[in-house]
């Protein structure tokens, strides 16, 4: 397992509770390591990239995402052109409002659990 840990200060989620500002998160990005070695390695052992995973945690400021939403997820290193950027569904789960609700916006925390294509790409 290959494992890289990024952070950034942006991004948004959208779900079925409403949207919000994503202002700081932090992911572990996974790439499971296969064995492939056969017969015809000649003694040597050979590896191959498997599946990805993408998991973390995010704090965000706007309608509160209910846990266990799929919901749409944008994370991105920062505002400026060229800068990475996430996007894709996730698992949303342990919401915790960190707070109070005033005229139904609230700052939160959650923890993310991405699932299916999750595109790797550049802030456009």
Do not use: H
């Not at 494992?3 to 500002?21: L, R, W, Y």
């Not at 945690?57 to 997820?73: H, K, N, Q, Y």
């Amino acid at each position: 397992m290959v494992t890289t840990a990024k952070s950034g200060k942006a991004g948004s989620v959208a779900g079925q509770g409403g949207g919000a500002e994503i202002t700081e998160w932090s992911t572990s990005d996974v790439v499971e390591v296969l064995d492939a070695t056969s017969v015809d390695s000649a003694g040597e052992d050979e590896f191959v990239e498997g599946t990805t995973n993408l998991s973390g945690s995010f704090t965000a400021i706007g309608s509160v995402i209910t846990r266990e939403t799929v919901a749409e997820l944008i994370l991105r290193v920062g505002q400026t052109v060229g800068d990475l950027e996430y996007k894709g569904k996730a698992i949303i789960s342990n919401v915790a409002v960190t707070s109070p609700v005033k005229g139904g916006v609230a700052t939160y925390t959650a923890d993310f659990q991405m699932t299916g294509v999750v595109t790797r790409g550049a802030v456009v």
